[in-house]
């Protein structure tokens, strides 16, 4: 029985381009690198599982 289905995610262009800018960045953390693609997926519409197995 699947779950109930997320909330759209909307990001502005900002928001867009500070997460983008994390994924470049070295000094990054591995953390803040992981959570920026994660948003960016759900962002795009991927499902829940989609982005966990990715």
Avoid: F, T, Y
């Avoid at 997320?6 to 990001?11: A, I, N, Q, R, V």
Wanted: aromatic letters at 2%; proline letters at 7%; hydrophobic letters at 40%.
């Amino acid at each position: 029985m699947p779950g109930p289905k997320p909330l759209p995610l909307e990001l502005s262009d900002h928001e867009r381009r500070v997460l983008r800018g994390w994924l470049r960045k070295q000094s990054a953390s591995q953390a803040l690198v992981l959570r920026s693609r994660i948003v960016l997926a759900c962002a795009e519409g991927r499902s829940n599982a989609r982005v966990a197995d990715d």
